[in-house]
C-alpha cells in the first residue's frame, strides 16, 4: 500500500511565494574616512547608480563639515525577487581636524531606528511595521594605515552591540598580496584585543557538500575583505569586457578572486547570508537594545519581574508597555495636571460668577 | 630633508627609492610598531658619495602626525623643530668669534604626503600646508599613487592645486621668487605638474628582462622609475638634480633670514614658546629679492655696531 500523503512537504513552497510577494527590505551603512572607495564599491555590488548626481564637497566645505546622516533608497529586482534596499551614509566621517566624538550621530541614529521599532511593535496596529532598522555596517578601513586606526577603534567600539559589523579593506589595489595577508592579520589581532565584536559568520550545517564547506571556510579565512570597486568596464583585446580599473602596468579586474576579495563579499552580504544579517539584528542586536531600554523604565523595586520577563517573553502582561520614554510620559503627565488645574479654576471662577450673578438677582428682586 | 604625512604612506620607503641606499631601516615587513601617541621626530644623518662628490643628507620622519583622533596642533612639534634648527644656526652666527664653516643643520626641504584619496586636500592638510609654507619649502607629493588612475591623479592633482590657489598655499618653486624668465619658464612647468603623483619601492623585479624597483602585484609591476607608470623621477630630479642648491639658496636667504628679522625685533621682549606658528607676513621688500645676501649682512652688521 501506499505510504500515506498529507502534503505539508509543500510548505517550503507556499513560504517561498509569500515572501516572495511581501517582498525583501534591507538596510545597509556604509561608514569610514573619505576617499577610501566607498560609493565606488556600493555602485559595484548592486550595480546601480546610487552616486548618480553626487557632489563631492571642494576643501572650503569640508573644513565646516559636520558628520551627516544620508539615507537613499533603491528597490531592485532580479529574476523575479524585489529586494527594496536603504542605504544610510556617513560623509563627514574622519573628515576634520578634531574627530572626538564624531561617532555620536551614527550611533544616535541606530537607536533612533531601534527606538521607532519598539514603538511601533508596543503599539495597537502592527500591521505594516516598517523596519527601518540598520541590518549591517560596512565599515572601511584605509590600505594605507598599520591596521585599524584610534579613530577606527573608537567608532566600533561604539557600535559593535548594536549593528552587526563587516569590515573591509578599500581601495585593495594599493596593496602588494603580501602586505594584504599582513594587514589582514594585524587587523584580526586588532579586533580581538580590543574585543569588538563583528559579525560572526554562523557554522555551515555539517550535511553539506564539501565544496560548500571549502567555500564557507575560505570566505571566513578572508575576513576583512580587501575589496576594489568599480563601475567601468574594460575592453581588453583577446578577454571578453571585465569591470575593473584601468592602469598603465596592467588591469584590475573586480570580479577576479585571485585580484580582490569583491566576490566574496557579494556572495556572502547578497547571496547567503542577508536574511542572517536581518535574524541577527532583530533577535539578538534589537532583543538587547529593547531589554536595556525596558530594565531602564521599570521602578527599581518590580525589577525582578522585569528580569524575569526578560527570559520569557510570554508574560509581557506583567510590565506595563512602555509606550513612550520615561521623560515624555512625565512631561505629558504634567501637561495633563496643568489642564485640569486651569479647567478647575475657570470652573471656579464660573461658580463664582453664577453665585454673584444669583445674589445681585436676589438683591435687584429684593428691590 | 623633513618627511612628513600620516602613517603608512610610504615615506620611509620613498627614502630609500630616492637615495638608492638603505638611509633608512624601513619597519614595513613588522607591523609591530605601533603608532606613537604624540609626534616624534627621528632624524638619520648619512654621508652619500656620488663621482667623487660627498652628499651629507639628513633626513627626517615624523610618525604619528595625524594619527590621532583629535588632531589639533599636531604641527607645532614639526614647527618648533624647524625653527630651533634656525635658532641654532642664529646663534652661531651671532657668535663673535665663529666658526669658519658654521653646520648646517636647518631643513632645507619639506615634502608633505598628501594621502590618495582622490577627492581634495583634508582640512587637516590645508591646515598643515598654511602654517608651513611660511617657514620653510614645502614639496607635497601626492603618495601611494599605484591606487589612482591617470584620469584620477589628474583630476586630484587639479582640485590640488585650486584647494592650494584658494587657501594661498605657497609651495615651492615660489611663484614670486623667480628671478628670470628662465627661471620663470622653468618653474611653471613644475608648478603645473605639482604635486607628484609618486610611488615608492625598494625591491627589485625582473620585467623584460631588466631589474627594476618596483612593486609587483597579480596584475602587473608597478615600476617606480618608468615615467608612464609615476612621477618619481620628476620628484628626484627636483630635489637632487636640478633644485637642489636653490632649495638651499631660498632657505638660508629667505627663510632664514625672515625667522632672523623677527628675533633680532624681538630680542628686547621675552623669549617666545616652542612653536610660534604666527609669524607675521614678511615685508614684500624681502620676498622680491631672493640674493639679499649681501644686503642682509650689511644690516646686520650695523645693528650689531649700534649695540656695541
Known amino acids: 500500500m501506499d505510504k500515506e500523503y498529507v502534503g505539508f512537504a509543500a510548505l517550503p513552497n507556499q513560504l517561498h511565494r509569500k515572501s516572495v510577494k511581501k517582498g525583501f527590505d534591507f538596510t545597509l551603512m556604509v561608514a569610514g574616512e573619505s576617499g577610501l572607495g566607498k560609493s565606488t564599491l556600493i555602485n559595484s555590488l548592486f550595480l546601480t547608480n546610487l552616486y548618480e548626481d553626487r557632489q563631492v564637497p571642494d576643501a572650503s566645505a569640508r573644513l565646516t563639515q559636520t558628520l551627516t546622516i544620508e539615507r537613499r533608497g533603491v528597490e531592485i529586482e532580479e529574476g523575479g525577487i524585489k529586494v527594496k534596499l536603504t542605504l544610510v551614509d556617513t560623509p563627514g566621517f574622519g573628515d576634520s581636524v578634531d574627530c572626538s566624538d564624531c561617532w555620536l550621530p551614527v550611533v544616535h541614529f541606530i537607536e533612533e531606528q531601534f527606538e521607532q521599532y519598539l514603538r511601533d511593535e508596543s503599539g495597537l496596529n502592527r500591521k505594516n511595521i516598517q523596519d527601518s532598522r540598520v541590518h549591517c555596517c560596512l565599515y572601511f578601513i584605509s590600505p594605507f594605515g598599520r591596521g585599524l586606526r584610534p579613530l577606527d577603534v573608537a567608532f566600533l567600539r561604539a557600535v559593535h552591540d548594536k549593528v552587526n559589523i563587516i569590515p573591509v579593506i578599500g581601495k585593495a589595489d594599493a596593496l602588494m598580496p603580501k602586505e594584504t595577508q599582513v594587514l589582514k592579520q594585524k587587523i584580526r589581532d586588532q579586533l580581538k584585543e580590543e574585543e569588538i565584536n563583528i559579525y560572526q559568520f554562523p557554522e555551515c550545517d555539517s550535511d553539506e557538500d564539501e565544496d560548500f564547506k571549502k567555500q564557507d571556510a575560505e570566505m571566513k579565512e578572508s575576513i576583512p575583505f580587501a575589496v576594489v570597486g568599480s563601475s567601468k568596464v574594460v575592453k581588453n583585446v583577446g578577454t571578453r569586457p571585465v569591470r575593473g580599473r584601468c592602469y598603465s602596468w596592467g588591469t584590475v579586474e573586480v570580479e577576479n578572486p585571485h585580484h580582490c576579495d569583491f566576490l566574496n563579499l557579494r556572495r556572502m552580504l547578497v547571496q547567503t547570508h542577508l536574511q542572517d544579517l536581518k535574524e541577527v539584528t532583530h533577535d539578538l542586536l534589537y532583543e538587547g537594545y529593547r531589554a536595556r531600554c525596558l530594565q531602564s523604565l521599570v521602578r527599581p523595586g518590580a525589577r525582578d519581574r522585569a528580569s524575569r520577563s526578560k527570559l520569557s517573553r510570554q508574560s509581557t502582561t506583567e510590565i506595563p508597555l512602555p509606550m513612550l520614554p520615561l521623560a515624555e510620559t512625565e512631561k505629558l503627565i504634567r501637561e495633563k495636571d496643568e489642564e485640569l488645574r486651569r479647567m478647575q479654576e475657570m470652573l471656579e471662577k464660573m461658580q463664582a460668577q453664577m453665585q454673584q450673578g444669583q445674589a445681585q438677582g436676589e438683591q435687584s428682586d429684593a428691590f | ?308
Request: aromatic share 6%.
Open chain 2, 1 to 308: 630633508m623633513l618627511l612628513t604625512g600620516q602613517s603608512g604612506l610610504g615615506k620611509s620607503t620613498m627614502v630609500n627609492t630616492l637615495f638608492k641606499s638603505k638611509a633608512w631601516q624601513s619597519n614595513l615587513p613588522s607591523l609591530e610598531v605601533p603608532i606613537p601617541q604624540t609626534l616624534e621626530l627621528h632624524s638619520v644623518t648619512h654621508v652619500i658619495e656620488e663621482k667623487g662628490l660627498k652628499l651629507k643628507l639628513t633626513v627626517t620622519d615624523t610618525p604619528g602626525f595625524g594619527d590621532q583622533i583629535n588632531n589639533d596642533k599636531c604641527w607645532d612639534p614639526i614647527l618648533s623643530y624647524i625653527n630651533q634648527q634656525y635658532e641654532q644656526y642664529l646663534q652661531e652666527e651671532l657668535l663673535i668669534t665663529r666658526q669658519r664653516h658654521i653646520p648646517d643643520t636647518r631643513v632645507h626641504c619639506c615634502v608633505y604626503f598628501v594621502p590618495p584619496t582622490g577627492h581634495c586636500l583634508r582640512p587637516l592638510d590645508i591646515e598643515f600646508l598654511q602654517r608651513l609654507c611660511r617657514t620653510v619649502n614645502v614639496v607635497p607629493v601626492i603618495a601611494r599613487a599605484d591606487s589612482l588612475t591617470i584620469e584620477e591623479r589628474d583630476a586630484f592633482r587639479n582640485r590640488i592645486q585650486q584647494d592650494m590657489n584658494t587657501h594661498c598655499i605657497d609651495v615651492y618653486p615660489q611663484k614670486c621668487l623667480d628671478e628670470d624668465i628662465n627661471d620663470r619658464i622653468l618653474n611653471s612647468k613644475i608648478r603645473k605638474q605639482i604635486p607628484f603623483a609618486v610611488v615608492g619601492a625598494d625591491r627589485e623585479h625582473l620585467v623584460n628582462g631588466r631589474c627594476v624597483l618596483g612593486r609587483k602585484t597579480k596584475w602587473g609591476v608597478i615600476e617606480v622609475e618608468n615615467v608612464a607608470h609615476c612621477e618619481f623621477l620628476l620628484l628626484r630630479d627636483l630635489l637632487i638634480r636640478s633644485h637642489l642648491q636653490d632649495l638651499k639658496d631660498i632657505t638660508h636667504n629667505v627663510h632664514y633670514e625672515n625667522y632672523r628679522v623677527l628675533r633680532l625685533n624681538e630680542s628686547h621682549q621675552l623669549p617666545r614658546g616652542p612653536g610660534w606658528v604666527n609669524l607675521a607676513p614678511a615685508s614684500p621688500g624681502q620676498l622680491t629679492s631672493p640674493g639679499p645676501g649681501k644686503a642682509s649682512r650689511k644690516s646686520y652688521r650695523d645693528t650689531k655696531d649700534d649695540e656695541c
